[in-house]
């Protein structure tokens, strides 16, 4: 089982940019995905969630109408479009897949740094 995530850097506030994930070694299609961030010296939290079956989308307060994932059933790939950029959304962030209690997966993060 394999999430890569890839797509962060360093960007101006005001910018944009696409995160992605690529899974393998599961059934992408039938799990949930979603878009997690850590800030040095902060907790883990919840950015955007999109579900397998009807494809409903689900934001934190912090990013929604900046940001909008989406996922791609035949590439196994889940993307976070993140536009209007701010200083704090500055974080690690990690996709991870779902489909049970203790039935998950963790990518290995991609770093974004917003700074002008």
């Known amino acids: 089982v394999q999430l890569v995530e890839s797509g962060g850097g360093l960007v101006q506030p005001g910018g944009s940019l696409r995160l992605s994930c690529v899974a393998s070694g599961f059934t992408f299609s039938s799990y949930v995905m979603s878009w997690y961030r850590q800030a040095p010296g902060k907790e883990r939290e919840l950015v955007a969630t999109i579900h397998s079956t009807d494809g409903r989308t689900h934001y934190a307060d912090s990013v929604e109408g900046r940001f909008t994932i989406s996922r791609d059933n035949a590439k196994s790939t889940v993307y976070l479009q993140m536009i209007s950029l701010k200083p704090e959304d500055t974080a690690m962030y990690y996709c991870?897949?779902?489909?049970?209690?203790?039935?998950?997966?963790w990518g290995q993060g991609t770093q974004v740094t917003v700074s002008s």
């Open positions: 991870k897949a779902w489909i049970a209690p203790g039935n998950y997966y």
